[in-house]
């Protein structure tokens, strides 16, 4: 690999994803041993030489010959394009770079909801801000893929319902709806993180189901199988909470709507 040098890449150290990727560039040559600097371990000169709000939704890859900064998908591309300049150009030819450059908006704005962390409430976090756009966004990309595969599991149980997309994706919005209703006022500021953990915990248990979309067995086992998912994604909504710094509230009105919506449905079955 061809190494970029005299470059320092600032990451949010906070950020799993940010990690590896980070990390990786340093493995593989890509950048030299001092090639990354983590968001909340700022030199005072690199915290000057940068734009700290931008660098907070948009990764700063910091030139020091030239004394500027590129962000973003843009610096990912350098960095890749000093190893790899096919790779780049390709990249950066339209559209592939507009629907690179919107996917990385997607993750970086939603990274926080994707995988939070509990040091996410200090001064120094590299948290992005809050953008209405990407956020709803997400909140579709989730109730579709849980819709489409919460059809086909249905379908599959032998609980004698149809596959059918409609009406996985009404409960979707409806758990959606309800939570935000339910919990508007105790939530305040905090609904749109909220509501975005609580996607990323429905996609957990979406991407668990889809191993037994390729099994054979009774209605018993599917039954069992989906109670073992809710489980784990109620563990999860817990953790999540106390993360956000929010009691149990959020996770008894999760509760409860899940419930409802299993009952009918075995009710509907039967």
């Known amino acids: 690999m061809k190494t970029l040098k005299n470059h320092t890449l600032i990451y949010d150290n906070e950020c799993p994803m940010c990690n590896v990727y980070s990390d990786g560039f340093i493995k593989a040559g890509m950048l030299d041993a001092n090639g990354r600097q983590a968001f909340t371990e700022l030199t005072l000169n690199n915290k000057n030489t940068i734009d700290f709000r931008r660098a907070k939704n948009e990764i700063a890859l910091i030139d020091h010959e030239k004394n500027k900064v590129i962000y973003g998908l843009d610096s990912l591309l350098l960095i890749i394009g000093n190893s790899f300049p096919i790779l780049a150009k390709i990249a950066r030819v339209q559209p592939l770079y507009w629907f690179f450059k919107k996917l990385y908006s997607f993750v970086s704005y939603n990274r926080k909801q994707i995988i939070p962390s509990g040091k996410d409430h200090t001064e ?23 819709s489409y595969v919460l059809s086909l599991f249905t379908a599959k149980s032998g609980l004698g319902l149809n596959q059918n997309f409609l009406r996985e994706f009404i409960i979707c919005l409806g758990q959606i709806g309800w939570q935000t209703i339910f919990l508007r006022t105790y939530l305040k500021e905090k609904i749109g993180d909220y509501l ?43 953790r999540r909470c106390k993360i956000l710094k929010l009691n149990f509230l959020p996770t008894v009105s999760w509760l409860i709507f899940r419930i409802t919506v299993l009952a009918i449905i075995i009710w509907i079955s039967f």
Do not use: W
């Open 196 to 238: 975005g953990n609580i996607m990323t915990v429905s996609l957990i248990g979406t991407l668990l189901l889809i191993p037994a979309l390729f099994t054979d067995f009774n209605p018993v086992f599917y039954l069992m199988y989906f109670g073992i998912v809710v489980s784990i994604m109620f563990l999860e909504h817990i």
């Open 124 to 146: 120094q976090a590299c948290i992005p801000d809050f953008n209405l756009k990407y956020r709803l966004a997400y909140l579709i990309f989730v109730v579709v893929v849980s």
